[in-house]
């Protein structure tokens, strides 16, 4: 998996050759050999394809664009320290989504097996350096969400073509003129939302930053701090056995009353550390960016803290409901929202609406996380049809999608643009007409759109991890835009796609 590569920016820029051991041989293990065959197979792709060219151009482009804005003249060799810094940014971005670990977890593996150092292309000398944890969160935020939109476009146009389809040893290019379409929830990691969590959440985030202020040097007159958390516990398990006593609704009231107490004190301890610390930072051994990042911490759960309380006092002492586009989900996660999907195990969900568009064989050819509300996914169809209809080459001939995506809107769309329609009615008696049509298209399509549900499974249960740890919109989107990279990869280096003589022939020297 070694190439001798040069990164087209404003001038050509060298890469030097990686210099490492080959790997042993390794006897007796199939799926070893399975995956190594794989992740050259993702390595030709990344090559040949031009992928990670043009990912290190845009990281370049980046780079000269930050130092440009600070004043700095950047030497020749910078720039091609920084292209090679930004090959091992991509492919240890992808690993990791491929493997399903974090970031601490990643770096471990990484330690642990040469085959991963050398996809990586980390150096193997007497000493190797392996991305730590910190470093491997910066890869993830390597480039802007919008150039990794554009990595993901041009994998697929690449990928499309029929002679670069060939050259990188593929049986044949993607076939796209059917795109699947189909829409989920991608859940936020914040707590289930119950009324007066938030206060807990509260107290554990504004103690943990006086304990953090405290172990710096900082101390101020108080009790034992992680006291208020064991309180707040002791109250928290009050809380949740009140449904199996007797008067539940008065003893709820009153625990909440003992919760409020308790979350006002903590408050006004929290103000008094926080106006020390921005006052008196000099006395810690922080340094003032550091000291900022607590600030800020504090500073955001006390905005919200009056609001969290008045939450918890109308739900449960006045009984009142609450419209759910005005609820505070999470202290931390300001983005999501309530989205019912109304399905069995899953009636309520807290997230973002994520829409996916496959093709036939799984490859993902475009996506979409919303940050507001959905508005529906009709209307998303048509917002995003237009840039199916791009990322496709224009050669869209059908599109299939479930009954949510039906409507006058969609129809009127796919009949301007000459596209057939294969979203599922939502009429019954329509339904039941258009599978008895003679060419069949409607019932092939609805039949093979349910897989949709199984890939909307792989991505989510695999490349994410379930629920993805990444904290704000804009870094739960970027995820996405890497688990869906890495996604497609692996989609595409499986054995079935590849020419038998592929197989053999050696990565380019």
């Known amino acids: 998996m070694r190439s001798k590569q040069t990164v087209p920016t404003e001038q050509i820029v060298s890469i030097q050759q990686t210099l490492r051991p080959a790997l042993p041989l390794i006897l007796g293990c199939h799926e070893y050999h399975e995956q190594v065959a794989h992740l050259k197979r993702t390595d030709r792709i990344l090559i040949r394809s031009g992928i ?139 707590h289930f939302p119950t009324d007066w969590i938030l206060m807990r959440d509260a107290v554990r985030g504004l103690i943990k930053s006086i304990m953090t202020t405290r172990r710096h040097g900082l101390k101020k007159k108080m009790p034992e701090p992680s006291s208020f958390i064991k309180e707040m516990n002791s109250l928290c398990i009050a809380m949740s056995a009140t449904d199996r006593k007797p008067e539940s609704k008065k003893l709820k009231k009153d625990t909440l009353r003992l919760m409020k107490r308790l979350t006002n004190i903590v408050r006004n301890h929290a103000k008094r550390y926080r106006a020390a610390l921005d006052q008196e930072w000099l006395k810690t051994d922080l340094t003032r960016k550091q000291a900022e990042v607590i600030l800020r911490r504090i500073d955001s759960i006390l905005a919200q803290l009056p609001e969290a309380m008045r939450q918890a006092h109308e739900r449960i002492i006045g009984g009142r409901k609450i419209a759910s586009d005005k609820k505070i989900l999470s202290l931390h996660e300001k983005e999501i929202h309530v989205i019912n999907r109304g399905k069995h195990g899953a009636q309520i969900e807290f997230g973002n609406t994520l829409l996916i568009a496959e093709e036939a064989s799984g490859y993902i050819l475009a996506h979409e996380l919303l940050k507001e509300y959905s508005p529906g996914d009709a209307k998303l169809l048509i917002k995003n049809c237009d840039q199916l209809q791009r990322v496709t080459g224009n050669r869209l001939t059908s599109l299939s999608a479930d009954r949510q995506f039906c409507s006058a809107g969609t129809t009127k769309l796919l009949a301007e643009k000459n596209i057939y329609n294969g979203i599922c009615p939502k009429d019954p008696k329509k339904l039941s007409e258009q599978m008895k049509e003679e060419d069949q298209r409607l019932k092939k399509l609805l039949r093979r759109r349910a897989q949709t549900e199984g890939r909307i499974g792989i991505l989510k249960n695999i490349f994410l991890q379930e629920t993805p740890k990444a904290k704000g919109y804009e870094h739960r989107a970027m995820q996405v835009a890497w688990a869906i990279l890495a996604h497609n990869l692996w989609v595409v280096a499986r054995r079935g796609r590849w020419k038998a003589e592929e197989e053999l022939t050696p990565l380019a020297a």
């Open 52 to 190: 990670q060219k043009f990912f290190v151009r845009l990281s370049l482009q980046e780079y000269e664009a930050q130092m440009t804005a600070e004043g700095k003249k950047i030497e020749e060799w910078q720039r091609s320290r920084y292209a090679k810094k930004s090959e091992q940014a991509l492919r240890c971005n992808l690993l990791r989504s491929t493997l399903g670990e974090s970031f601490r977890g990643m770096s471990k593996r990484l330690a642990e097996c040469p085959l991963f150092r050398e996809f990586c292309q980390l150096d193997e000398f007497e000493k190797v350096r392996i991305p730590g944890k910190s470093m491997l969160q910066e890869y993830e935020n390597w480039l802007p969400l919008e150039k990794m939109k554009q990595i993901l476009d041009a994998l697929t146009l690449a990928l499309g073509d029929e002679k670069k389809a060939e050259e990188i040893g593929l049986e044949k290019a993607l076939e796209m003129e059917i795109p699947y379409i189909d829409t989920t929830c991608l859940e936020a990691n914040i």
